[in-house]
């Protein structure tokens, strides 16, 4: 027996006469397996990850584009809306299709008094508006509906 190493020159007990010891051997290639499976699979991971964000962003960005086009066409469709609700375009309709339609004579315009109390019936109306009056029985001179 070696003093400083320990190891003796006879075999493990045992152990097969003339065959040689390796078991290290065989453990450090499942080692090594064991870390460049999980080295792999990390690499994989990591390509996995990354394809789904640029998918991710690639669909981020195409419902960004859609976003902006519709708010395109919602302005779009405001512009348009005002153009045709303007006085211009509908006095120009009403010539066009030849309407029997005439300003409002002033006249015919009455202001309702503002009522202060509770409203009991649905004639009743607590608003200053302009209204179109065209009953038979309304009071042209006084300005006020009876």
């Known amino acids: 027996m070696n003093q400083f190493t320990k190891k003796t020159n006879s075999p493990e007990p045992g152990a097969e006469p003339g065959r040689t010891q390796t078991p290290w051997v065989a453990g450090l290639i499942f ?21 789904k964000t640029e998918q991710l962003a690639r669909e981020k960005n195409r419902i960004t584009r859609e ?24 006095n120009s309709k009403i010539k066009q299709y030849n309407l029997a339609l005439r300003s409002v004579n002033p006249s015919q315009v009455r202001y309702m008094k503002r009522f202060e109390g509770q409203v009991s019936a649905p004639s009743q109306y607590s608003g ?8 038979a029985g309304a009071d042209r001179t006084s300005g006020e509906v009876q």
Do not use: G, P, Y
């Open 31 to 51: 080692k090594m397996a064991m870390m460049m499976v999980i080295i792999a699979a990390a690499f994989w991971a990591r390509v996995h990850l990354n394809d």
């Open 67 to 90: 976003i902006q086009e519709k708010r395109t066409e919602i302005q779009t469709l405001i512009a348009q809306r005002e153009t045709l609700r303007s006085w211009d375009n509908i």
């Open 128 to 135: 200053d508006t302009r209204v179109a009056d065209t009953s």
